[in-house]
């Protein structure tokens, strides 16, 4: 999503205060500080803006940490920084934000999963999944005891969160460092390119359908429990990544149409109230954009 102008300020502002709200500011921070001192700032509010971003986000991951998962995600915000660092000095002019932020986060979690087996040793992943469970299990009570007719989903739902904290955590690398990215690219003077493309022109790799048509059938078919979760993850990462495609194409040709923002709040409101029906429709309006292209045959001459 681009944020020139002073309407993509307030919209990156805004973007920012709701990640905040949903990850930690520090996977937006520490990428940012590290990419303004990598592109060798010229002036004082250059450095001082990469200076105060970066001890802040350095003081809120050296704040005590109350459990092993909150632990883990701070050392794998540190490790995050440098790999996304270090493969955006590196990366070659063709690959997008999109390629770069993959692969950062692939090379900071093997990383980090390695540093947790010498430190706590034995099943890494068993400590970590327990430690979300119970997490997922308190949030679920506090909900319970404010609204019990809830109760009939709250094994679910604890199990459901539980089990993706791996695919939580690549979603919000992946939004993490589309901020860093866009703060960089306002600040800097000589910023990395390439810029990000408009929200209405989202998409990637055409390849991918095929994991999440691979993930499904280990996910349904009777295998390994470790392959069904991660299996599981798989299809929650992409089907996201699907839905948001699904909404940029929504977004496209609600402005080739010319639809009034009052109408498109209403739709959102809608889709919203529908959740259980619309969201999967959107998800699958991304994947056949897969072979429909959407988007190109809106641009198409007549």
Do not use: C
């Not at 700032?41 to 809120?60: I, K, M, Q, T």
């Not at 349904?220 to 993850?233: D, E, F, R």
């Amino acid at each position: 999503m681009t944020a020139g102008g002073e309407g993509g300020r307030w919209r990156l502002i805004l973007g920012t205060a709701t990640f905040a709200a949903w990850a930690g500011p520090s996977l937006v921070g520490l990428p940012l500080a590290g990419l303004l001192i990598a592109a060798r700032p010229r002036s004082a509010a250059e450095w001082s803006a990469a200076v105060g971003v970066g001890v802040v986000s350095l003081g809120l991951l050296l704040l005590p940490a109350s459990d092993l998962l909150t632990g883990f995600v701070r050392a794998y915000t540190v490790l995050l920084a440098a790999a996304f660092v270090a493969v955006t000095l590196f990366a070659t002019a063709h690959e997008s934000l999109l390629q770069r932020a993959v692969r950062a986060g692939l090379i900071a979690g093997v990383a980090a999963v390695a540093l947790a087996r010498v430190s706590l040793g034995g099943s890494v992943w068993d400590a970590l999944h327990w430690e979300a469970r119970r997490q997922a299990s308190a949030t679920m009570r506090v909900m319970v005891e404010l609204a019990p007719q809830a109760f009939p989903v709250y094994e679910p739902v604890v199990r459901f969160v539980s089990d993706t904290v791996p695919a939580t955590l690549a979603l919000q690398t992946l939004a993490g460092l589309a901020l860093a990215w866009q703060w960089h690219r306002r600040v800097a003077r000589s910023p990395f390119a390439p810029p990000l493309a408009p929200f209405r022109e989202f998409r990637f790799g055409d390849h991918w359908v095929w994991a999440i048509v691979v993930a499904l059938v280990a996910w349904i078919t009777p295998v390994v429990a470790g392959v069904k979760l991660a299996a599981l993850n798989l299809v929650a990462v992409l089907g996201t990544l699907y839905l948001i495609r699904g909404i940029a194409i929504v977004a496209a040709f609600s402005g080739a149409l010319g639809v009034a923002p009052a109408a498109l709040v209403i739709g959102a409101v809608g889709v919203l109230l529908t959740a259980a029906v619309a969201l999967p429709l959107l998800a699958a309006l991304g994947v056949t954009d897969t072979w429909l292209e959407f988007r190109r045959r809106l641009k198409a001459p007549a």
